[in-house]
């Protein structure tokens, strides 16, 4: 796509298209996170587009620029709806626990989507949300403003790095997942003790978690990082050192 569109008053389009739907930016954005997850990357084109669609691809400038901008709103709906049915419930380390799982499952629901777009800022609408609720849950538990950000920081970039990684093993042929679930006993299973002790002490252990995804373990020693790092927790650290009356809450 080139750089235009439409204005915003005049993307209105009553005519059904070849399908009898009529064409509207959800429309193309759902039709769009559909393709990628059947044909990946290369879906994301005019033509492929507006041949699924039933409509002229040019009718797709009435609604994004090019392609960018429709991948930053396909990211954008996948931010959405990790955030479909959650309220905060004034615990800070579960309200951060139920967004960080959400959004790592979203992802995983749509690895292509999430390759292509788990590292993109949006700007758009769902994700300003996500971004004022998060930072929402830290300033209400009471966390300096400069700690909340680098917390904020800290949970996104953890959230999002699984995602993509977690996604690009999914996006793997069937083929090449079982292949590399095979390696942990085709080799680490058959390492001489001798040279590698801890590996067969651990191998069992081993072998059945790497089956899964390593985010709600690494979501959790983060949470109780930050909560070590509260204002509270740190007072309460330093009068115990020091012998002193501990701080009210």
């Not at 298209?17 to 009529?22: E, F, L, S």
């Not at 309220?87 to 390759?115: F, K």
């Not at 993109?120 to 004022?132: A, P």
Request: charged residues 20%; proline residues 5%.
């Amino acid at each position: 796509m080139v750089e235009r569109v439409v204005p915003e008053g005049s993307r209105r389009r009553r005519r059904p298209t070849k399908q009898g739907a009529v064409l509207s930016e959800r429309l193309i954005v759902e039709t769009a996170l559909r393709l990628v997850e059947q044909h990946g990357a290369a879906a994301l084109s005019v033509r492929r587009l507006g041949a699924a669609l039933g409509a002229d691809p040019t009718a797709l400038y009435r609604y994004f620029r090019n392609t960018d901008a429709l991948l930053l709103a396909l990211a954008d709906e996948l931010i959405g709806r990790a955030q479909v049915g959650w309220t905060a419930t004034g615990d800070w380390r579960a309200d951060l626990r139920a967004i960080g799982l959400r959004l790592h499952a979203r992802y995983q629901a749509h690895p292509q989507a999430a390759l292509l777009a788990a590292h993109r800022t949006t700007g758009r609408t769902h994700e300003t949300r996500v971004v004022e609720g998060i930072l929402g849950v830290l300033r209400t538990a009471g966390f300096p403003d400069g700690l909340a950000v680098r917390i904020y920081h800290a949970f996104v970039d953890q959230a999002l790095a699984f995602a993509a990684q977690d996604a690009a093993a999914l996006a793997l042929p069937s083929a090449a997942r079982e292949a590399e679930a095979e390696v942990w006993h085709a080799v680490y299973g058959r390492l001489p003790t001798d040279t590698h002790p801890h590996v067969g002490a651990a191998f069992p252990l081993l072998a059945a978690d790497m089956r899964d995804s390593g985010y709600p373990f690494a979501l959790e020693l983060l949470l109780a990082g930050a909560a070590a790092l509260h204002p509270r927790a740190r007072a309460a650290s330093c009068g115990e050192e020091s012998h002193g009356p501990a701080p009210s809450a």
